[in-house]
C-alpha cells in the first residue's frame, strides 16, 4: 500500500488546540533573539496524557531506540511510521507553516542556498526526491537516572532549520530533574547552555543546528545542540516533532 505521508491514524482527540492563538511575531523574534521560543499550553493535561499513552501501543512505531545501547544517553524512544497518528499529523502539517517563512530568513541571512516550501507536504516530497522517506516524529520516555545526551537530530542532507518538542509530563508533579536544556556554540568561543522552563502541555521550538546570530560585524553562524538533564524521579515522555525525514 502507498502510505501518504499527508494521510492520518485516529489518535486522541485534539480539538481545541489551537496554533492560530499564538503570537507569531514574538516567537519569530524569540526565534531570531535566542534561538527557541516557547508555546505555552499547546497541549492540555488530558490530551499530553492521551500522547503519551501511545508510547505503549503494539503498533504505529516504525522503531525503538534504546539509547544506552548507542550511547545516546539513558532512556528509549520510538519513531512514529506513517500515517502518523492524528495529533501528530496536524501538529507537525500545522506548525510547518508557520515556521517555514522563518526557516527561510535563516538560510538567507546565513548565506544558505535551499529554501522551504509553504507547506509541509510539499516539503516531504522533497526529503523523499532526496532519498529521507522515513518519519521522525518520535516519543521519547525516561525514568529514574535516564537522560538525553547533547545531541542534533540531522537524519540526512535534508535539514529543516527548526524542530519542536513538547513536555508531556508534569516537573515536580509527575517527574523531578529532567530539565531540557539547549547548548550554543558560537565559533572559537566556550557553549552557552539555557534550560527550557517547560511545563506540562508546553512545547519549545528550537534550532536543530545552525542558526543566524547578529553580530556588530553582520549575521554568524551558531550551532545548537539539545539535551535532557537527569530524571531523579518518576517518569518523563516527549513528544519530539522534527520535520524532514530520515535517510
Ligand atoms: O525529551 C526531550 O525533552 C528531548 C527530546 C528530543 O531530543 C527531541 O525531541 O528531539
Ligand atoms: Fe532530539
Excluded at 86 to 111: E, K, T
Aim: proline letters at 7%; glycine letters at 10%; one cysteine or more.
Amino acid at each position: 500500500m502507498m502510505m501518504n505521508a499527508d494521510s492520518r491514524v485516529a489518535g486522541p482527540d485534539l480539538a481545541g488546540y489551537d496554533l492560530a492563538g499564538y503570537d507569531w511575531d514574538r516567537i519569530a523574534d524569540a526565534l531570531d533573539a535566542e534561538g527557541w521560543a516557547m508555546l505555552p499550553r499547546l497541549l492540555d493535561a488530558d490530551q499530553a496524557d492521551a500522547v503519551a499513552a501511545l508510547y505503549d501501543r503494539p503498533d504505529g512505531f516504525r522503531s525503538h531506540v534504546v539509547m544506552a545501547r548507542h550511547g545516546f544517553g539513558k532512556g528509549e524512544y520510538r519513531y512514529f511510521a506513517y500515517p502518523l497518528p492524528d495529533p501528530v499529523a496536524a501538529l507537525r502539517a500545522g506548525l510547518y507553516p508557520r515556521l517555514a517563512p522563518i526557516a527561510n530568513a535563516w538560510h538567507a541571512r546565513m548565506g544558505m542556498a535551499t529554501r522551504f516550501p509553504a507547506d509541509h507536504a510539499a516539503y516531504l516530497d522533497a526529503c523523499h526526491a532526496a532519498g529521507q522517506r522515513r518519519p521522525t516524529p518520535l516519543l521519547l520516555r525516561y525514568g529514574p537516572g535516564d537522560h538525553n545526551c547533547l545531541h542534533q537530530d540531522l537524519y540526512g542532507e535534508a535539514v529543516f532549520p527548526l524542530q519542536a518538542a513538547v513536555l508531556l509530563s508534569a516537573p515536580r508533579a509527575e517527574f523531578t530533574g529532567g530539565d531540557f536544556v539547549l547548548t550554543e556554540q558560537r565559533p572559537r568561543m566556550q557553549s552557552r547552555v539555557e534550560v527550557v522552563p517547560l511545563e506540562k502541555g508546553d512545547a519549545v521550538i528550537f534550532a536543530v543546528n545552525a542558526r543566524p546570530r547578529r553580530g556588530s560585524r553582520g549575521d554568524y553562524r551558531v550551532a545548537l545542540r539539545h539535551g535532557v538533564g537527569t530524571v531523579r524521579s518518576g517518569r518523563r515522555h516527549t513528544l519530539g516533532i522534527i520535520f524532514h525525514d530520515a535517510a
